[in-house]
């Protein structure tokens, strides 16, 4: 699976977008998008996940460059409880359906 | 009717002891994983396992070992435990494989003395 690169923290203003960039540059032609997220002392939770094309649902919005080099989840409307730590993880569908959980980004959403 | 439950939910036990943790989902599932998330925060794969096949991650002690009474459960035993083995372990499912979404237990905090 692709390695993936995070900033280690970012803060948003409640209310605001809140815009959480990933770095996958040798991401494989068949490998996805995932992206996690870890509220404080809970399980991960599955935010959205994308191959090619831009994503939304009712949780986030998933921005993949035309070269899949990177891409960017985008929470709408941040609140507090948005507060978590954010993993973007790359992987192909067929890789016995382990996720590989990198160091991600804690994102603190500001009242 | 969570989807994924584990317990304990917390775990205190002395070195050289050997514990159990138990994972059910209700959710129908085909696969279970089992998951360590260290002091640093980082989350491994410890084990993947459906009725067909263990996956077990090449750097787990042979001291840990999945065990499956039936489809809805996947229990983790740890013999004879050590220090480096405090961790929260996270339990996880999902449906059968290729399925994009994986569902996370509350996670049980392992605390090793």
């Known amino acids: 699976d692709a390695k993936t690169t995070q900033p280690p923290s970012m803060d948003c203003a409640e209310g605001r977008a809140a815009n959480l960039p990933c770095n996958h540059s040798?991401?494989?032609?068949?490998?996805?998008v995932y992206w996690y997220r870890q509220i404080h002392s809970q399980g991960p939770q599955y935010i959205i996940h994308?191959?090619?094309n831009n994503e939304t649902n009712e949780m986030a919005s998933l921005i993949i460059t035309e070269d899949r080099k990177s891409s960017t989840l985008i929470l709408p409307h941040a609140t507090l409880r948005d507060t978590a730590v954010y993993y973007c993880?790359?992987?192909?569908?067929?890789?016995?359906?382990?996720?590989?959980f990198g160091t991600g980004t804690s994102l603190t959403v500001i009242p | 009717d969570t989807a994924v439950s584990q317990t304990p939910k917390y775990l205190v036990t002395q070195m050289g002891n050997d514990k159990s943790i138990k994972c059910e989902q209700n959710?129908?599932?085909?696969?279970m994983y089992w998951y360590k998330q260290d002091s640093k925060k980082f989350l491994k794969i410890m084990f993947s396992?459906?009725?067909?096949?263990?996956?077990i991650n090449e750097t787990v002690p042979n001291r840990f070992s999945p065990k499956s009474p039936d489809k809805a459960h996947l229990n983790l035993h740890i013999n004879s435990l050590e220090l480096g083995d405090s961790a929260v372990y996270f339990c996880?499912?999902?449906?059968?494989?290729?399925?994009?979404?994986?569902?996370f237990g509350p996670g049980t905090r392992l605390t090793v003395l």
């Open positions: 996880a499912s999902s449906p059968p494989a290729g399925y994009n979404e994986q569902f």
């Open positions: 040798t991401i494989s032609g068949n490998e996805y």
């Open positions: 994308g191959l090619k």
């Open positions: 993880i790359v992987r192909a569908s067929n890789t016995g359906n382990q996720f590989y």
């Open positions: 959710l129908g599932h085909d696969t």
């Open positions: 396992y459906n009725n067909k096949e263990l996956i």
